[in-house]
């Protein structure tokens, strides 16, 4: 099946700085999706983004589809930005069949 | 509106014990998916309804898990013989896809299953 990497899968940050999470996947999709599950275990989803870029505040994210990975931007984080973040996609062979990543643990220190 | 619903939020049982998951997904959500999460894991696939049949049962991972949606909303996970492996958190979502193409996915809370 189709393989998922994330990285980091840690990082440590101080209020107000910026970062990139990102997201490799084996073969091609038609479905992906960047996810944040806070410390009481919700998941919260963040974008859609199977292609191109999109902004929401201060989370962007960018997928090229052609070379298998996306990219999340956090940027100003906050506390409340801490948790875990994953990425999850379909295969094109087999839609609704989600994988996720291992994600990557990010804390925000004040 | 109303979000994804599960119950129970946390399920303790003893191994060999039968147990039965819910999942109330938002109204009018034609896919809805179960996973299970082990701890420092991401989420994995289990199950996919497309309304009321199961389009893709791939990732249930032997013959004592089984899922059903008979109405094409709410859906129940049935775990037979429970075995202590199958501790974990079982999340349930739904999206409004209404083909193959695959959609934005709307988590519930999770039920914390203990087998003890």
């Known amino acids: 099946g189709i393989q998922v990497e994330q990285s980091p899968p840690d990082l440590i940050l101080q209020e107000g700085a910026n970062s990139t999470l990102r997201c490799n996947f084996s073969d091609s999709v038609n479905n992906l999706q960047w996810f944040h599950q806070n410390p009481w275990g919700q998941l919260i989803n963040l974008f859609y983004?199977?292609?191109g870029t999109k902004q929401n505040g201060r989370l962007s994210a960018t997928t090229v589809a052609t070379e298998r990975y996306s990219l999340l931007y956090i940027s100003s984080s906050q506390t409340t930005d801490s948790g875990v973040y994953f990425c999850a996609v379909d295969p094109n062979t087999n839609a609704g069949k989600s994988t996720f990543g291992d994600g990557t643990t990010l804390t925000v220190k004040p | 509106g109303a979000g994804v619903s599960q119950t129970p939020s946390n399920k303790v049982t003893e191994k060999g014990k039968y147990v039965e998951l819910r999942c109330d997904p938002i109204s009018g959500h034609t896919a809805l998916y179960w996973y299970r999460q082990s701890l420092g894991q991401g989420p994995e696939f289990l199950i996919y309804f497309q309304g009321t049949g199961a389009a893709d049962d791939s990732g249930l991972p032997n013959d004592r898990f089984f899922a059903v949606r008979p109405e094409g909303s709410v859906s129940t996970l049935k775990i037979q013989r429970t075995e202590r492996g199958d501790s974990a958190v079982y999340l349930c979502?739904?999206?409004?896809?209404?083909?193959?193409?695959?959609?934005?996915?709307?988590f519930g809370p999770g039920t914390r299953l203990t087998v003890l």
């Open positions: 979502a739904s999206s409004p896809a209404r083909d193959s193409l695959g959609d934005t996915q709307y």
């Open positions: 983004i199977p292609s």
